[in-house]
């Protein structure tokens, strides 16, 4: 039967995988752990006997394999995954897009290019497990964490190991994939039931990026942690701060609060309203949601098509204010909610809103790239008074 | 019909986002110029040899943070006593992506030998993170072997009490 890691530990692994100090665990971390997992290394023997930790350093990140010991994780494998800067410059790159996986999941370039730069290597290590490994937990944070949903969806697509059961721990992870690739991984990992996805209320990161990526599992059932505050943090995003507020959570099923569900008629309500409101965690959240709500009603319920045309001097943020454009002059059931979005967002931005608003490509594109702009600054001020603390 | 090619491009926004934080993890140099990470806490410590104080032993501590390597040292006095004070970065911390790690030492010589006093990678940079709010106050006996105290953040070997 297959054991789930408990949140403590997986936090505590996804704390240490930034502790590897020139491919070694320091004798403590691999007697924290000694129990459960194997993080000695080959060269360093602990009782006589050689270690088995495999690391894959890269630019770009780290992939650790390690073997499970004992009586709840013996026959499994652990992969702890973490990015470096460098993924950082990759997914801030604005001229990066969505890649097609091997088995044409579309994920995001950036994310998938660090994960490609380590997957050569990670599948000539697991090769040897093939057909004998009960379980593999695949655990990571932030940029770690995107690598895992890589990982646990290329493990289970690929049949590199066989039969062996997938279990996917994330902690503050962005999201990683489009829509498809999150429903398919949802549905491999048990209908999504062996995903463990970890974020506090008011880290900024899950936040990020946006449609048209989503998170895994792609409805509820992620394990969403109090913070204090309504604005985006920079410091519960820390991974120490992940271990603190689970440090009493002894198992899943002690953690009840999960991710609450944002329902249609709840974004078509606050899409219609005219309240001001203010730039909080739920109201980008909010935001997003609605977003994507009147996103997919332009794009599938008008059939606008965005055209590529990367290198054609248009920009994407043209392409997306074209499309809501054409779907608001081409159906009479899309342009109001494509109205109502950029009225609530005039709203957030504070801006007064003419009775005979007329809506262009250009006026979107401002209001966009306003918007962004204020969420820049607001990010800006939740660090800055972190940190002036 | 209905078109079905990706809207690839309209990834703008999610990069504007990411463009966001990391235009603010570079802009919060300024911010937090004042806030150094503190590397290694103060310490204060009593050496034993079989009981009896380790006289003018000495004790060299290390770190090593990001590409930072500091390392200094003292001696015991007549009554086995050593201090080091706080050790602070030379650069302000920065928030994203960097996950805080200090790799800290202490190590003590004599005879010829070195003794592993304190060995563990703390995280979190404020004043006594290592013990997760307790001062580094050591009693530390050369013939205990080293053991392994496991906290919630940190896992520590040394051969010392506090």
Same mark, same amino acid.
């Given at each position: 039967m297959s054991v789930t890691i408990p949140p403590l530990q997986a936090a505590s692994l996804a704390q240490v995988v930034y502790q590897l100090q020139d491919s070694f665990f320091n004798r403590a971390t691999i007697d924290r752990f000694k129990n459960s997992w194997d993080l000695s290394h080959p060269e360093a023997k602990v009782d006589g006997k050689s270690g088995t930790l495999w690391v894959i350093k890269k630019q770009t990140g780290f992939g650790i394999v390690a073997e499970g010991r004992g009586d709840q994780f013996g026959g499994d494998l652990l992969i702890l995954l973490r990015g470096t800067d460098n993924t950082f410059d990759w997914a801030t790159d604005a001229t990066a897009g969505i890649s097609w996986t091997e088995a044409s999941d579309k994920v995001h370039t950036g994310f998938y290019k660090c994960f490609l730069s380590m997957k050569t290597e990670l599948e000539q290590k697991l090769s040897r497990y093939k057909g004998k490994i009960r379980t593999v937990h695949c655990v990571g944070h932030s940029l770690g964490g995107a690598l895992a949903s890589l990982c646990a969806n290329w493990l289970q697509t690929s049949? !590199? !190991?066989?039969?062996s059961k997938v279990q996917l721990y994330t902690f503050g992870s962005p999201r990683v994939g489009t829509e498809g690739f999150a429903k398919k991984l949802t549905h491999q990992l048990d209908l999504g039931t062996d995903i463990y996805r970890v974020f506090h209320k008011t880290d900024v990161v899950p936040m990020v990026p946006i449609w048209p990526f989503f998170h895994v599992p792609l409805k509820n059932h992620s394990y969403c942690l109090n913070s204090p505050g309504s604005l985006p943090s920079g410091e519960f995003h820390k991974m120490k701060n992940y271990v603190l507020s689970l440090s009493k959570s002894k198992d899943w099923g002690t953690l009840v609060d999960l991710e609450p569900p944002v329902s249609e008629s709840a974004i078509e309500k606050w899409l219609a309203s005219d309240g001001v409101y203010a730039l909080t965690i739920n109201s980008l959240n909010m935001i997003n949601s609605a977003l994507v709500y009147v996103i997919k009603k332009v794009l599938y319920g008008a059939g606008v098509l965005v055209q590529n045309s990367v290198g054609l001097g248009i920009t994407l943020l043209d392409q997306l204010a074209m499309a809501l454009a054409k779907g608001y002059n081409l159906a009479k059931d899309t342009s109001i909610w494509v109205l109502r979005l950029m009225k609530r967002i005039m709203v957030a931005l504070g801006m007064k809103i003419k009775k005979d608003l007329e809506v262009t490509a250009q006026l979107i594109k401002f209001l966009l790239t306003a918007l962004l702009e204020k969420v820049h600054r607001m990010v800006k001020t939740a660090v800055d008074f972190v940190f002036s603390e | 019909m209905l078109n079905k090619i990706v809207p690839t491009n309209l990834i703008f926004l999610s990069v504007c986002f990411l463009l966001c934080l990391a235009a603010c993890s570079n802009s919060q140099g300024d911010a937090v110029?004042? @806030?150094?990470? @503190?590397l290694f806490s103060a310490t204060e410590g009593v050496i034993t040899l079989a009981g009896a104080p380790l006289q003018n032993a000495e004790v060299i501590r290390t770190v090593r943070w990001r590409d930072e390597n500091h390392q200094d040292s003292t001696a015991t006095d007549a009554d086995g006593n050593f201090s080091f004070p706080d050790l602070m970065s030379d650069r302000s911390l920065s928030v994203l992506p960097s996950e805080f790690n200090a790799f800290q030492k202490i190590i003590v010589k004599h005879n010829n030998e070195t003794f592993l006093l304190w060995e563990t990678?703390?995280?979190?940079?404020?004043? @006594?993170g290592e013990l997760e709010g307790e001062a580094l106050r050591f009693t530390c006996e050369l013939n205990e072997e080293p053991r392994f105290v496991h906290l919630l953040l940190n896992s520590i070997e040394t051969r010392c009490h506090w």
């Open positions: 049949n !590199l !190991l066989g039969q | 110029a004042m @806030n150094k990470a @503190n990678v703390k995280a979190d940079p404020v004043s @006594n």
